[in-house]
């Protein structure tokens, strides 16, 4: 059953398409970004997450871009498959402090 | 390797009642950190554990606490529960006894209070 995201935000893409989930964040004293991807009925997992020096890395199939000047993080997901369902958080934290997450989008791959 | 592991999956209390919640690290982490999780919301920081101790605390009451084991598994303990502590309790941990340190998720424990 249904255990995380109601009424969250929802990205529909056609599998073997490009996927781009966006994020905003709040604290322009964070420092470190981190995106989660989460099953239904299964944690967070870590995906990929990148620095405030850095304004793009790359992962497999995975790439996350940082904006600082509008405060803005991508995730774009190369190809994507019926696998990468889920929902998608981004996280930051700046500091020592506690990450702190937005409020998810949920991708939904049309096979 | 086992990644993080918690009990139980799901629990059904009812307001009032006490709930004890348990989290055992990543093979090789030190720090613990427990997250509460509202349907449709993100994980919300309750506290972070290291070294037995509460190094941090995010907005929670007192009725929310915690600890940690020599062998750095951890518990979460509510009390005095309400219907608004219905949620998904998550579990990270992580190396080095800091929160900047990448944050490994257990699956989460489902609790319902009625």
């Known amino acids: 059953g249904e255990s995380v995201g109601l009424h969250l935000p929802t990205l529909s893409v056609q599998e073997g398409d490009n996927s781009i989930i966006n994020c905003a964040y709040s604290n322009s004293a964070s420092d470190y970004f981190i995106w989660y991807k989460q099953e239904s009925g299964k944690g967070p997992q870590f995906i990929i997450d990148i620095r405030s020096n850095m304004d793009k890395r790359q992962g497999q199939r995975v790439t996350v871009l940082l904006n600082k000047t509008v405060k803005h993080l991508s995730l774009q997901i190369a190809a994507t498959q019926p696998g990468d369902s889920a929902v998608y958080f981004c996280a930051e934290t700046s500091g020592n402090t506690p990450l702190v997450f937005g409020k998810g989008t949920r991708l939904s791959v049309i096979a | 390797d086992a990644g993080v592991t918690q009990s139980p999956t799901h629990l059904i209390k009812t307001r009032g009642q006490q709930v004890t919640l348990r989290c055992s690290p990543k093979s090789g982490h030190d720090t613990v950190s427990w997250y509460q999780q509202a349907l449709g919301q993100g994980p919300q920081f309750i506290f972070q554990?290291?070294?037995?101790?509460?190094?941090q605390r995010g907005n929670f009451p007192d009725r929310f606490s915690g600890h940690q084991f020599p062998n750095y598994s951890s518990e979460l303990n509510v009390n005095a529960l309400l219907l608004g502590d219905s949620a998904l309790y998550l579990c990270?941990?992580?190396?080095?006894?800091?929160?900047?340190?990448?944050?490994?998720f257990g699956p989460g424990t489902r609790l319902l209070v009625l």
């Open positions: 990270a941990s992580s190396g080095a006894g800091t929160l900047r340190g990448t944050q490994y």
């Open positions: 554990y290291y070294e037995e101790e509460e190094r």
